[in-house]
């Protein structure tokens, strides 16, 4: 058995060229391979990416995991998911949530692979967990916030003004006095919740650095906050009143806030696969010599014969032994119109039988083609790659250096003949005013301003990572069915109205997408209707007023002794090549006209196609048919059409035009999925499925593509603004950290500056978003846009 070249599905009849290197499924691969192969394009093989559960022997598993609090989670749990017997790799993604293990099956059970990632605060299962954790992050803020106020109300009323010289006669409470002490231990208990509540996110990420080996931002922090409130706790027991707990408790609400925003945009992509899933067939109806039963998919063998009634799904790829029955493949090909399947024709699992029944035999490898589609998102999803913020690629270089001059300043403020308090605040100065809290807030709160700005205008941005790593897009990719046309079968020629009302008639009881449209276009007539009868993948009949009708193929109508004009035969073959449904009508002898549906193309996609053109490569990818996509291939606007692709094969499309820049993917259908979580920028349309949703970085909740563009703005000016914030950043450490180590700044007011900082980054990011372009003069939302969001 070979498989294709391109997607690696079973190619039983090899397409092979000359002049392309493969053998392949289908012709549309073969134009894929064709026109997008590079012989010096680097491959996987190529490219040495570490340890990958791919090139290791065994079963694959796919776990969504919470708990993932940055960049160095992914390395601590890799680490222990090999360490445990059975596993024999692991790639863990941050920006999804998800963790890919291969294991061996003989030494560790699949249901005993969440326990191997579970504790130290994560959780692991092979389906999305419930947000149970929003609310507990949300908990630990509301609780936070509250203690953090009441301490810093106690400085506002009565430690500021102590340290600014106020008579303390003047005040409500003297913090020097006996009644100082009660003070000073309530505020001791209060920083304590914050620190130790509040922030055990920040302290957890802080222990799993120094075990993964990485140190990171949260090691930055923790050491400062702790630090902080030691010290102060310290100071009170010796009888101290110049206490820092003010500084151990803006630094974890400031970057908890942050984090809080960050996860937030990161858990609005978090449904992953729950549609498709819920698509794939666990049992199916065996055949055997004894009548039928019910098996595990697993229990099922190349050669078995399953048995798959209309309503159903089929459960596994196969050909049809035996029946004849309309299939609905557009879950798995896109394919917007149900085919006709008979004997000795291939079928995929997870394609539904919209009519007749089947007994499909079990193809080569027992699998299904949904299975496929699942483990290939999974597999997008997860090897992504991890959101790795620049403050934590710079974390393996700042956090060091700065511990070790903290360090290096308190002793040599030491040596210089300062007092040990003294040395010990300028350190604890040095880790206070380089906490990253301005740089932990720059993109998460940016993010948020342009996820904000977007919802106004009709836009859900479901992973604030696009923002962080979409450059200016050069590929865009347009699916066809559901995305430049509506997905809905309307009439695109139709007979009189005498002949429509009988079509109608008769087709009011059927199910076929045709049926639909016809009885849209006309009522039926008032007479009476009886004897219908379906004739599987070729038409419907019925009696309407005493006399036979039928609607469908010429053969049906010929097998009915109804004859069939010249002209109507050549009118429905001009409208199969032009990837049109024609169906015949007839009664009394004779064809009496033809109704032909089809998908219609939205009325807005020639000018979105014209508009990306300008500065954009415009290539449209398909499951359909060549002759379904001939409007869109000759159009001006349109660089390239790649038709007849399987769903498996879209991701590799889309791989293949990176080769060629950075590519967004517009798509709506499930079997989009793959394709939209592999491009830079994937888009779906409203309209399309959950799953499509789900693998998308931004869906258009209007349903109008005129949208479009105006994604692109948004990504590009919420980019601009993340530069900025970052940018002003780094400027404030580039400034303040000479000053602490000098020491001339002390904790307090390094604090301040720190807070300061954090506060022109959120104003920045709070500036509005609207009227920043990046897509060319005409370049805005739409009208229809404008109005969704009013």
């Known amino acids: 058995m070979t498989d294709c070249t391109l997607c690696g599905l079973p190619a039983d009849a090899p397409v092979t060229d000359s002049g392309v290197d493969g053998a392949f499924c289908c012709r549309g691969c073969l134009e894929v391979a064709r026109t997008l192969d590079d012989p010096e394009r680097e491959t996987a093989e190529d490219v040495d990416t570490g340890p990958d559960p791919e090139t290791v022997d065994g079963e694959t598993a796919f776990l969504a995991v919470d708990g993932m609090h940055c960049a160095t989670c992914e390395t601590f749990l890799e680490a222990r998911a090999t360490e445990s017997a059975g596993v024999t790799a692991a790639a863990a993604s941050y920006a999804t949530g998800t963790m890919k293990l291969t294991y061996d099956p003989e030494a560790v059970a699949e249901d005993d692979l969440p326990d191997v990632v579970a504790g130290t605060g994560y959780e692991a299962g092979f389906q999305t967990t419930d947000r149970e954790d929003d609310y507990e992050l949300e908990g630990r803020l509301v609780v936070g916030g509250f203690f953090g106020m009441m301490t810093m109300l106690w400085y506002v009323l009565f430690l500021y003004p102590a340290y600014l010289g106020v008579d303390p006669g003047l005040l409500l409470l003297d913090p020097t006095g006996p009644a100082g002490d009660y003070l000073l231990w309530n505020m001791a208990v209060m920083t304590a919740v914050v620190v130790g509540y509040t922030g055990w996110p920040l302290l957890r990420g802080a222990y799993v650095s120094l075990r993964a080996g990485r140190p990171n931002m949260d090691l930055l922090v923790a050491m400062a906050a702790t630090t902080a409130f030691v010290y102060s706790v310290v100071a009170v027991g010796l009888g101290e ?109 997870g394609a539904m039988v919209t009519e007749g029944a089947l007994v499909v035999g079990v193809g080569p490898d027992a699998r299904s083609t949904v299975d496929r589609l699942t483990e290939l998102l999974w ?122 009302r009988r079509a109608a008639a008769v087709e009011q009881f059927a199910d076929h997408p045709l049926a639909a449209a016809v009885t849209e276009a006309a009522p039926p007539p008032d007479a009476a209707v009886d004897a219908f009868e379906r004739h599987p993948g070729r038409g419907v009949s019925a009696s309407v007023g005493g006399e036979r009708v039928v609607v469908g193929t010429p053969s049906l109508l010929g097998d009915s002794g109804l004859s069939v004009p010249e002209d109507l035969r050549t009118r429905c073959a001009e409208a199969r090549a032009n990837g049109h449904v024609p169906a015949l009508v007839g009664w009394g002898g004779c064809a009496r006209g033809v109704v032909v549906g089809g998908d219609r193309p939205r009325d807005s996609w020639e000018s979105v196609v014209t508009r990306l053109s300008a500065d954009h490569e415009v290539v449209v990818v398909t499951g359909d048919s060549p002759e379904a996509a001939a409007p869109f291939r000759d159009h001006e606007a349109v660089d390239e059409v790649f038709a007849g692709v399987p769903p498996e094969a879209k991701a590799e499309v889309v791989e293949r035009l990176q080769s060629r820049g950075t590519v967004a993917m517009i798509g709506d259908g499930t079997n989009d999925a793959p394709a939209l979580g592999s491009a830079d920028l994937g888009i779906s349309l409203a309209s399309g499925t959950k799953l499509a949703a789900d693998a998308a970085d931004a869906v258009v909740t209007t349903d109008d593509l005129r949208a479009v563009p105006r994604v692109f703005d948004l990504t590009a000016a919420t980019r601009r603004r993340i530069r900025e914030n970052l940018a002003w950043a780094f400027c404030y450490n580039a400034v303040a950290l000479p000053l602490a180590l000098l020491g001339l700044l002390n904790p307090l007011f390094a604090a301040l500056a720190m807070t300061a900082s954090s506060l022109l980054v959120v104003g920045n990011s709070a500036r509005s978003l609207g009227g920043e372009r990046a897509v060319g003069p005409d370049v805005g939302p739409t009208d229809a846009v404008a109005a969704d969001a009013d």
């Open 241 to 349: 009143t110049e206490v820092y707990f003010d500084v151990a408790t803006v630094i974890v609400l400031a970057v908890s806030v942050g984090d809080y925003y960050r996860d937030r945009v990161r858990r609005a992509a978090a449904g992953r696969l729950t549609d498709l899933t819920a698509q794939r067939a666990d049992s199916a109806r065996r055949r055997t010599e004894s009548g039928t039963e019910t098996v595990d998919l697993a229990a099922l063998d190349p050669g078995d014969e399953v048995v798959v009634k209309s309503g159903e799904r089929v459960p596994v790829d196969g050909s049809v032994v035996e029946g004849t029955g309309a299939v609905d493949e557009s879950l798995v090909t896109g394919e917007s119109l149900p085919v006709r399947k008979t004997e000795g024709d291939e079928v995929v699992g």
């Open 379 to 500: 597999t997008v999803q997860s090897d992504r790659g991890g959101v790795q913020r620049l403050v934590d690629r710079v974390a393996a270089v700042f956090v060091p250096l700065v511990v070790a001059l903290a360090g290096l300043a308190a002793v040599g403020h030491l040596l210089a003949g300062a007092g040990a308090t003294d040395a010990l605040l300028t350190g604890l100065a040095v880790l206070v005013v380089s906490c990253p809290c301005a740089l932990g807030l720059a993109t998460p709160l940016a993010t948020a301003a342009g996820v904000k700005t977007a919802l106004e205008e009709g836009i859900v941005v479901t992973d604030g990572a696009v923002f962080e790593t979409a450059t200016d897009i050069d590929v865009v990719a347009f699916d066809k069915t559901g995305t430049l046309t509506t997905g809905e079968m309307t009439l695109v020629s139709r007979p009189d109205d005498e002949t429509l």
